[in-house]
Every structure is written in C-alpha cells, then in structure tokens.
C-alpha cells in the first residue's frame, strides 16, 4: 500500500533532528503515519490473539512491548501477565495494561520465566526477539498453547545493509522459521501451523529510517545519527531523487501445543 508522503520535501536536518527527539518506547507505531507504510501479514495477528485469549483461563505475553498489542484484546482472562525486558517499556506496559487487571513482570531477555510450572493455558508474543521455547512449553498446561508472530529471516536487511555493508549469511539466515519449528518441537511442543510471508515497507523520507533505527535497536546496534549522519544524508539524496526506499520484513505465524502427555 502506497500513500502520499507528507514530509518528503522537508530538509535532511529538520527531519532527522525531529525524528531523533520522538519517544521510542513501546510498540506505537502511529509517528509513521505520512512517512512510512508496511504491509500487514494476511493473517490478523492482533485479531486472532484477542479471540483467543477471550477464550482462554489463564494468559501470559512474553515481551509485550508497551502492551498495546495485548491491550487490544477486547476481553482478557481471569489470570493475565505479561514480560518485558527493558524499563522504560515496563513502566509504559503497567500504565496502560494495570487497568485491565494485567500483572506486568520485569523479566530480562533470556532468563528463566518467573512463574510455576504449567501456569498458563495461553501464551502470546508479537515479535519477541528468541523465543525461549523451553520455558514456554514448562509454563505451558498440558494442552496449552504458544500463539505468536515472529520476524523471519533477512527482515528489513535492505535498510541493514545500506548501513552495515552485506552480512554473513548465517546471519541472513538466523530466524528462520523451520529452525524454530526444530526448537520447538526439541522443547517438546506439537507445531501446528507455521505460515510465513514477505512484505513490502516504503520509507518516504529520512526521518522514518532514523526513528526505525531508534525504534527497533537490533537492527543497525549502537545506531546514533552522529556515527551514521553520512550515510544518512546519502540515502536522504536517494529518496529525494528516486523515492521511497523499498525495504521488505519476513513474519511467520506459529502455533505450538503442549501434549497432554509431556
């Protein structure tokens, strides 16, 4: 989906002053609006999330961001947490999540899930940076089940390697969705979906990538305007000359059980 760019033919400093002064926590992506677009995955991820924990008894979102994606569940479960990793996040996730009853939990990337064994019947996550399906599946009730959407391999790597040059490809191929079927099924959970899809992003001007940047660290790491004001400035002659620079993510949907039987 294209749109007309609202900003395109604004100064390269005004743009990236402006865009590196915007608040980047949570998962808020509304700043984008005129300046960038993403196609969505076909299948509703949102969506589908929030029917399911209408359903369920007791949910858990592993790296919840903000909490704007599991604040648009229009019905929560009676039992209800969420994990996050970094604070500014967590403090941002408990102000808009604790009016729904969501216990929201510090818990680093990587450490063990601070709750008791086969807690919950659901467990969510939008784009969690390694699933750690080893906890999950000992989270997990018997019959329960892992719902997310992951970012696949080589996602935005155009924007990556305008910045950083061409990666290995190791790691072009890290995230790739038949490794972590491998993951999840050696934690011993049942995969029984795995959809995956590529989808065109358009940024309209320079300000988009720096605050893209900002936004999701991992991608260029210890991205500052200062270490990268060259490149920047070369890419914001692209766009002016040429367009919107045509960047593509990779997502991929799973959906793992825990048998009743571990």
């Known amino acids: 989906m294209s749109i007309r760019p609202t900003h395109a033919g604004r100064p390269f400093g005004e743009l990236v002053a402006e865009a590196a002064a915007a608040p ?22 949102a969506r589908a999330m929030g029917e399911r924990m209408g359903r369920a008894s007791a949910g858990l979102d592993l790296q919840t961001g903000g909490g704007e994606v599991l604040a648009s569940a229009p019905e929560l479960p009676p039992l209800i947490a969420a994990t996050e990793g970094w604070p500014p996040n967590v403090a941002k996730a408990s102000a808009l999540l604790a009016p729904r009853g969501v216990v929201v939990v510090a ?12 807690t919950f019947d659901l467990v969510t996550s939008r784009h969690p940076v390694k699933a750690p399906f080893a906890e999950i599946a000992r989270v997990l009730a018997p019959g329960g089940t892992y719902f997310a959407q992951h970012v696949g391999p080589s996602s935005v790597f155009e924007v990556v390697e305008f910045f950083l040059g061409p990666q290995p490809e190791e790691v072009r191929r890290g995230r790739d969705p038949r490794g972590e079927r491998a ?19 358009e940024f309209y001007d320079i300000g988009a990538v720096v605050h893209f940047l900002r936004k999701v660290i991992w991608m260029v790491p210890g991205f500052t305007v200062e270490a990268y004001r060259p490149r920047l400035l070369e890419l914001h002659e692209r766009i002016a000359a040429e367009g919107p620079f045509v960047a593509h993510s990779t997502r991929h949907l799973i959906e793992a059980r825990r048998p009743r039987a571990l």
């Open 24 to 45: 980047v926590e949570g998962w808020d992506f509304s700043w984008f609006e005129g300046r960038a677009t993403e196609e969505r995955p076909s299948w509703g991820y």
């Open 107 to 118: 818990s680093p990337e990587g450490a063990p899930l601070p709750f008791a064994d086969g």
């Open 183 to 201: 993951e999840a099924e050696a934690a011993g959970l049942e995969v029984v979906d795995l959809r995956a899809e590529r989808l065109r992003i």
